[in-house]
């Protein structure tokens, strides 16, 4: 009995052995740079193909036609490359996957190389095997060329994630909503001649346990929200107040429901700092599966708001609290904006409802997409509003810096922002100790209608340097007296207003002319002054400029009264 069970046994290992499953499966292979049909420039191209396999790749040979140009046995998440040196000409490449079992799989594609070197390009952020947390993350690269790159293309695997043809300093940037996994990112130049070339990492995005919902006030000290809780949805319209401080951490992305918000500093102190980094920015964004301008209420700060309250590289995108704005400050308050996206906004960008309200750093900002103009404020603090922002691509032709009618009293230069200064009632210049307004070169000013700038009135120190600005109407089509004009009054100090090489036309809306002095001397050269329904500078008053000088040294045209008049002459 013992015989027959160990010959048995053995039979059945013999079966087993004979049984034993053969791979007969080949790998799969693509070649994901150079792309089929591309072309590089000549030199030294990596040529970079992803391969699977149900078991194992073992290595991938690459061939120029025939001629083997090298292997790689190692990869790096399924990703193999090689070194080729191009030569000038059509050049058809092949990558060859092998298993352990032997099965090959392969992938060609046609490629032209240029007679010239191609563009250099190199992903600096993140660092290639880096891990990233859950957010928003801006990948860049940095990309030369002798005859200059057109442009970057950013890839997450094979899903484009946007363009940029606008570097700073050589380097190409874009932003990047990041998910949970492994990621191999792609950044392809292109120069003038269409020349390509590419450079790939891979890392790893981990965190994200949300959805963390908020729904109660921000009081009493500090609450801190990480990227690892993301997404955080707001329930509700948050108050943050009664000393409470939230501080939102870098790559947050935080939701808001419909109707819901931020209010801050209203009856107690209250700040809310959103600090995020170039590299990893800070979203706010609606919770709607299909967001629409002003689903949620946006940020409204109040007097005891805290100085100290700021976004910085952040995304501000569909708020606006109803008939306001996406950002609003309702008191004499401060707080710090730069570096800051502000789109989809229902109405305004930014209200400053108040004549003592300012923005600090105002720097690095992009307000677009709003329905309304990206800024509406006051005139008292536009001295304190900064440049170097792009305020363009509002709706209904809304480009332009919207300016409440009211006093400056503050010395302070109007910067030229890219975008016109539209003032929408009378400006007043002056104070008792004396407010100077510059305005920088190549400022664009529209008056609405009935408007003027005034200054030095009744008591009140004023004056007006303006070189290279215009002064115009901010109708469609312009007419003569659209606008008042600008007015120059007894209290004005002389040596402190003047207008040079400045384009001043469509105003003498009540007759006067496009400038009116009383008791004035104010130094007007080089100026284009036209279309006045008056006069084109209107003079009162025992002083007043030399009157042939003044037609001498400027250009009048299409005035109705005449170029100069002189009320005692």
């Known amino acids: 009995m013992q015989k ?9 290992v013999l079966v087993i052995a004979a049984c034993t499953i053969v791979d007969t499966t080949s790998p799969v292979v693509a070649i994901v ?28 040979e690459f061939y120029d036609a025939s001629t083997k140009i090298g292997e790689d046995a190692t990869g790096n998440a399924d990703t193999f490359d090689v070194s080729w040196t191009a030569t000038a000409g ?19 594609i046609s490629v032209t190389v240029s007679s010239g070197a191609g563009p250099t390009v190199a992903i600096v952020y993140p660092a290639n095997g880096a891990t990233v947390g859950v957010g928003v993350t801006t990948i860049k690269a940095t990309a030369t060329d002798a005859k200059g790159v057109t442009k970057v293309v950013f890839f997450d695997g094979s899903t484009t994630l946007g363009t940029d043809t606008t570097a700073v300093a050589d380097t190409f940037s874009v932003s990047w909503t990041t998910t949970t996994g492994s990621h191999t990112l792609k950044a392809v130049a292109t120069n003038q001649d269409g020349v390509t070339a590419s450079d790939s990492i891979t890392v790893t995005v981990t965190g994200g346990s949300g959805p ?17 809780g993301n997404p955080h949805i707001v329930m509700d319209y948050l108050r943050i107040y009664q000393n409470g401080r939230l501080i939102i951490k870098p790559g947050c992305v935080v939701k808001f429901v419909t109707d819901a918000g931020f209010q801050v500093g209203n009856s107690s102190a209250g700040e809310l700092d959103a600090v995020g980094t170039a590299e990893s920015t800070i979203t706010f964004t609606s919770n709607n599966t299909t967001p629409n301008a002003g689903d949620w209420k946006g940020f409204d700060f109040y007097n005891q708001t805290r100085t100290s309250t700021q976004f910085s590289y952040c995304d501000i995108n569909y708020g606006c609290y109803p008939d306001w704005a996406a950002v609003i400050l309702e008191g004499d308050q401060t707080i710090g904006i730069n570096h800051t996206t502000i789109h989809n906004s229902s109405n305004y960008g930014i209200q400053l ?11 690095g900002n992009t307000i677009t997409a709003c329905t309304n103009y990206p800024i509406y404020c006051y005139p008292g603090k536009l001295g304190m509003l900064t440049g170097g922002n792009t305020l363009t691509g509002n709706g209904n032709g809304k480009n332009a810096i919207c300016v409440y009618g009211g006093d400056v009293t503050e010395t302070g230069t109007w910067v030229n922002q890219g975008v016109p200064y539209f003032l929408s009632g009378d400006v007043y210049v002056g104070s008792s100790s004396g407010a100077y307004v510059t305005i920088a070169k190549g400022t664009t000013v529209q008056s609405g209608t009935g408007v003027h ?41 002389d040596a402190q207003c003047l207008l040079t090489r400045c384009n001043i036309g469509y105003g003498g809306g009540d007759i006067e002319g496009d400038i009116w002095l009383e008791d004035a001397k104010p130094t007007i050269t080089g100026c284009s002054i036209h279309d006045s329904k008056g006069w084109g500078v209107d003079c009162q008053g025992p002083e007043y400029p030399n009157l042939d000088s003044l037609k001498a040294d400027n250009t009048f045209a299409n005035n ?4 100069v008049h002189f009320a005692g002459k």
């Open 212 to 228: 963390t919902e908020h729904s109660q006030d921000i009081v009493g000290g500090d609450s801190i929200w990480y990227p690892s």
């Open 560 to 563: 109705d009264s005449g170029p």
């Open 90 to 108: 059509a050049h058809t490449l092949k990558a060859v996957a092998s298993d352990a079992a032997g099965n090959q799989g392969t992938s060609t």
């Open 33 to 60: 740079y150079p792309t089929d049909g591309s072309t590089v420039g000549a030199g030294s191209v990596t040529i970079k193909a992803v391969a699977t396999d149900n078991k194992a790749v073992t290595k991938v």
């Open 4 to 12: 027959w069970l160990v010959l048995a046994a053995a039979a059945v």
């Open 453 to 493: 700038i005034s200054i030095g009135n009744s008591s009140s120190v004023g004056g007006l340097i303006a070189d290279s600005v215009t002064f115009t109407s901010a109708a469609t089509s312009p007419q003569k007296g659209d606008w008042y004009g600008i007015w120059f009054y007894p209290t004005c100090t």
């Open 353 to 363: 409802g108040s004549a003592g309200a300012y923005i600090t750093g105002f720097t």
